[in-house]
């Protein structure tokens, strides 16, 4: 049962004027995108939980309604942190949705982790029976094959249980997650059994070790997660509060007495820009953000201190290379984001000495015959993943292999003689 709330609220983005040369730069993910918004309260109940979940949803907006035009998109569930609400969050919300999301945010009655994920994982069922309900503002307006799911603090950590739980998530973003320790009496995160179960695209954004993240204690979790593509991003000198976003500063202030460290617009537009860029290239498969989260842009956060450090793993893994005749033949395991068009293949008759240029280049498959191989000789092998737009991930680790000879068949002529 639900009842629904309206809020006639719209945020209007600015309107960009770009001359050619610019229009080949991306717009800033921090800022805001190209949707007008607005979003809707609904409260709706958790039968498995009991829980009665109050959920502001944001969503791109044409005069109030859900903007047919880049229907049906991609959808969001933001879990908040210990202590806080929505509220706390609205921000993020709005800031998701100028960018063509769905995002839901819900006020968790019940702070436990056990039923926190519940409650994620029921919200993301209620979303889609939207999407197949007529008399919904968001009927046909949800991609229920692009679902993800984002949270902060405590509701970083539900983010990483229920992307180890729920093969519906396709992209997840950790907040400053903190695995809550046994006497805050929330239950906390067997993420040594969980985290290998992971497998959508995570993002970690963290700020350095402090009281209110637990002494960044997701440093213990993100090496576990099983996810093929994976990074951490530390944000320089970050509090814990630079992952809100509230209309009310008074939430910032009490987060900053609380923790000791002021939240900055800054730092908060720039955490803001990666979740935006991590959603973009992973759930809304954009190659444009490449560089916001790998490329150049990072490597220019990294450069001017806005990032302090970053992991990322990107590489195939499961690569085998196997003697053939006549062939070398070369299998891998499939990555399922729909962001990876293909593999490049790098061969050599060198370890580790590779040129700039691909070998040879496959489409989203497993295994690659090598017939140009000389038989008797060993070659190496490296793979690198690509997106729609040649962007590269990381390399594979090496493997190599030497072709078979071709066997020789013999015919012996043996007269016959009849008497």
């Known amino acids: 049962m639900h009842h629904i709330v309206l809020r006639a609220i719209c945020i209007a983005a600015p309107v960009l004027i770009l001359s050619s040369a610019q229009a080949q730069v991306p717009p800033d993910p921090g800022g805001p995108g190209p949707y ?6 609904v409260t ?23 903007d ?22 609205v921000g993020f919300g709005r800031h998701l949705a100028t960018w063509g999301y769905i995002v839901a945010i819900p006020s968790f009655p019940d702070d436990h982790l056990e039923v926190r994920a519940s409650d994620v994982q029921y919200l993301l069922s209620y ?72 497998t959508a695209p995570l993002g970690v954004l963290g700020a350095p070790s402090q009281t209110c993240n637990t002494n960044a204690n997701y440093n213990t979790t993100y090496p576990v997660v099983g996810a093929t593509h994976k990074a951490k991003y530390v944000v320089a000198n970050a509090s814990h509060c630079d992952f809100m976003d509230p209309d009310n500063s008074l939430e910032l202030i009490g987060c900053a007495l609380f923790c000791g460290i002021q939240a900055s617009a800054n730092r908060q537009t ?42 990322v793993q990107t590489a195939p893994r499961g690569v085998a290379a196997n003697a053939g005749t006549g062939e070398v033949d070369l299998n891998w395991n499939l990555y399922f984001p729909p962001i990876i068009a293909g593999y490049n293949i790098y061969r050599s008759q060198l370890s580790e000495v590779y040129g700039s240029t691909p070998y040879a280049q496959v489409s989203r498959v ?7 191989a000389a038989p008797g000789a060993p070659y190496f092998y490296v793979l690198r993943s690509r997106d729609a737009a040649g962007n590269e991930h990381q390399t594979s680790a090496e493997v190599s292999a030497a072709a078979r000879e071709p066997s020789v068949t013999y015919w012996i002529y043996v007269p016959l003689v009849v008497k």
Do not use: C
């Open 36 to 41: 007008t918004t607005a979003f809707i309260t």
């Open 366 to 372: 497993t295994s690659f015959f090598d017939t140009g």
């Open 68 to 89: 047919p035009s880049g229907a049906p998109y991609p959808t969001i569930v933001f879990a908040h942190g210990w202590m806080a609400s929505k509220s706390t969050y």
């Open 44 to 66: 709706t109940t958790n039968p498995n939980t009991g829980s009665q979940l109050v959920t502001d949803i944001h969503y791109p907006s044409n005069n109030g309604v859900v």
């Open 127 to 198: 979303l889609i029976s939207e999407n197949a309900n007529s008399s919904s503002r968001f009927f046909h307006k949800i991609d229920t094959n692009r679902l993800g799911i984002a949270g902060h603090s405590l509701g970083g950590a539900t983010t990483m249980m229920v992307a180890s739980r729920d093969a519906r998530i396709k992209a997840a973003v950790a907040l400053d997650p903190v695995n809550p320790p046994s006497s805050l009496g929330v239950g906390t995160w067997d993420y040594q059994t969980e985290a290998p179960e992971i």
């Open 270 to 311: 720039l955490i803001e820009g990666y979740t935006t860029a991590w959603f973009n290239y992973y759930l809304d498969s954009d190659p444009t953000y490449y560089s916001n989260i790998y490329g150049a842009q990072s490597n220019a956060d990294l450069q001017a201190d806005r990032i302090s450090s970053r992991d």
